[in-house]
């Protein structure tokens, strides 16, 4: 799996690393066929007073990409929600890929008999 965690108008400090690992370890333990995972995390200066962290995550899986957004006023708190997202959208995913389907009963019963 490659990871590629970036910054836009910050700098990615390794406490900040760390904790996006950490809460990445959630989302890479309930589906593994994770093959690129990009982060990015921003910060929008709107007004002095008012600044908007931004967090994104483009998780390419086998069979599908996955992009996620979050924006909160803390980059902590748009990582939880960002994750929180995510961890939807892949558990999701994961139930659409596994196979509901039953054999019929008909065929049931000759796999029975042999």
């Not at 909160?72 to 659409?96: F, T």
């Amino acid at each position: 799996m490659n990871l590629t965690i970036s910054g836009h108008h910050l700098e990615v400090t390794p406490s900040l690393k760390e904790y996006v690992l950490t809460k990445l370890d959630r989302v890479t333990r309930h589906f593994d066929q994770v093959v690129d995972i990009n982060i990015l995390l921003t910060v929008e200066k709107l007004k002095e007073k008012e600044r908007r962290q931004k967090a994104e995550v483009t998780l390419h899986a086998k069979g599908k990409d996955i992009f996620v957004e979050s924006a909160h006023e803390d980059l902590y708190a748009a990582i939880d929600e960002l994750m929180d997202k995510l961890d939807r959208q892949v558990c999701r995913h994961k139930d659409r890929l596994q196979d509901h389907h039953h054999p019929s009963p008909k065929r049931q019963s000759l796999v029975d008999l042999q």
